[in-house]
Every structure is written in C-alpha cells, then in structure tokens.
C-alpha cells in the first residue's frame, strides 16, 4: 500500500469515528439532533468518509455520505436561519411536528416539583 492509500485509509478511520461519535452524543441525549455540533460532526465524518470511499471507488457509500453532509448542512443553514429570525431563544420550543422538546419538558417538570411543598 501506497502512503498516500494509507493517509486515505486513516482519513476514513477518522471520518467513521466521527460519525459515531456524533451518534453517540444523539444516542445518549448530549446534544440535540438540530445542535450545531452534531451537525458539524456530520459534516466532518461524511467528508472524510466520502474523501476514502471515493478513492477505493465505493460509489454507493460515497453517495449516501455526499447526500449525508447535504442533509448536515441543509440543517445547519435552517438551524441559523431560525436563531436569526429570533426562533431559537425562545423558552419554549416545538419539534417540526408541534411536540414539546425533552429539554423543556425537563424544564417544566423542574418547575413543577419546586412549585409543590
């Protein structure tokens, strides 16, 4: 194998990390899926992964990870968009389907049972 087969093969390893880092801190409830970090950490995985898959001409899995960092980003800019518009300090937020977040329903109970003697 080349050096540069293996600095490709090593920006994959990275790429994978990456990605199941960000799964984990989804996974585990560290951050919100709409997060900019978890969306950065999509962005940074994908292109890694697509800089390898690429290379080993891996078109499927360079294609998913190529739609992957559209979705990353698409979120992203929306995710901005949002706070600009002064959607993102509010106390009270909605997921796309009108149901209160985990966070504010975890802020409400708090309030709630400091409320109760």
Same mark, same amino acid.
């Given at each position: 194998?080349?050096?540069?087969?293996?600095?490709?093969?090593?920006?994959?390893?990275?790429?994978?990390?990456?990605?199941?880092?960000?799964?984990?801190?989804?996974?585990?409830?560290?951050?919100?899926?709409?997060?900019?970090?978890?969306?950065?950490?999509?962005?940074?995985?994908?292109?890694?992964?697509?800089?390898?898959?690429?290379?080993? +001409?891996?078109?499927?899995?360079?294609?998913?990870?190529?739609?992957?960092?559209?979705?990353?980003?698409?979120?992203?800019? +929306?995710?901005?968009?949002?706070?600009?518009?002064?959607?993102?300090?509010?106390? +009270?937020?909605?997921?796309?389907?009108?149901?209160?977040?985990?966070?504010?329903?975890?802020?409400?109970?708090?309030?709630?049972?400091?409320?109760?003697?």
């Amino acid at each position: 194998m080349t050096t540069m087969g293996i600095a490709i093969d090593i920006l994959g390893w990275l790429g994978a990390l990456v990605l199941v880092a960000a799964y984990s801190l989804i996974s585990y409830g560290s951050v919100d899926g709409r997060s900019p970090i978890y969306q950065t950490l999509n962005v940074i995985g994908s292109i890694l992964l697509i800089v390898n898959t690429a290379w080993h +001409r891996a078109w499927p899995s360079s294609v998913v990870n190529l739609v992957w960092v559209g979705i990353a980003i698409g979120a992203l800019s +929306r995710g901005l968009a949002v706070s600009s518009a002064g959607g993102g300090s509010s106390a +009270r937020r909605l997921s796309s389907r009108g149901q209160q977040t985990t966070r504010d329903c975890e802020q409400d109970f708090n309030k709630d049972t400091r409320a109760t003697p």
